[in-house]
T-cell receptor, first 115, second 114 residues
């Protein structure tokens, strides 16, 4: 059973471009979470999604950031018009969503660098 | 809002010795989960140990154990017989019983010296 997959592992964008980060949850997992890690800091929650629904986006900036988890395919975190402050590691986690305690399994992360 | 505080930005320990990493948190909830994650240079987040708040017994996983003091809202990690492979960032995290997002501390960078 493959773990959580994220791609690309490294992404370089110039200011003003768009960044698309992909996350494929573990097989059988229907819940996806996105976190951002700035240098020398802990992970900060951004958004929690179930298939086709955003459940909690309280940690996601209101502008330029969006997330989706379609019925088919990976979850996408999209950042429009990137700025240097968006440079960070973005982690995706997934959980089965079927038990009271939903352990989150983390992917390897995508390191975004904005030039 | 829940906050997680790790007051030790960096720590070091000699190989084979024991080290304790501190973590405190703030919450008004009675039921919740606490975690310690390890992040080696590969940046992969690896779950080390977890504790359910309703369990009084401290969790243990091989060389890793916790000292969970619910009243004091303290959740320290003890690593026994430290190994070079334990060198990593360690993050303490909190998750509410009815929540789905984890709150992380700022991390402690642990270096195990040969």
């Amino acid at each position: 059973n493959a773990g959580v997959m994220q791609n690309p592992r490294h992404l370089v964008r110039r200011r003003g471009q768009e960044a698309r980060l992909r996350c494929s949850p573990m097989k059988g997992h229907s819940h996806v979470y996105w976190y951002r890690q700035l240098p020398e800091e802990g992970l900060k929650f951004m958004v929690y999604l179930q298939k086709e629904n955003i459940i909690d986006e309280s940690g996601m900036p209101k502008e330029r950031f969006s997330a989706e988890f379609p019925k088919e395919g990976p979850s996408i975190l999209r950042i429009q018009q990137v700025v240097r402050g968006d440079s960070a590691a973005y982690f995706c986690a997934s959980s089965p969503g079927t038990s009271m305690y939903n352990e989150q399994f983390f992917g390897p992360g995508t390191r975004l660098t904005v030039l | 809002a829940q906050t997680v505080t790790q007051s030790q930005p960096e720590m070091s320990v000699q190989e084979a010795e024991t080290v304790t990493l501190s973590c405190t948190y703030d919450t008004s909830e009675n039921n919740y989960y606490l975690f310690w994650y390890k992040q080696p240079p590969s940046r992969q987040m690896i779950l080390v140990i977890r504790q359910e708040a309703y369990k009084q017994q401290n969790a243990t996983e091989n060389r890793f154990s916790v000292n969970f003091q619910k009243a004091a809202k303290s959740f320290s990690l003890k690593i026994s017989d430290s190994q070079l492979g334990d060198t990593a960032m360690y993050f303490c995290a909190f998750m509410g019983y009815n929540n789905n997002d984890m709150r992380f501390g700022a991390g402690t960078r642990l270096t195990v010296k040969p």
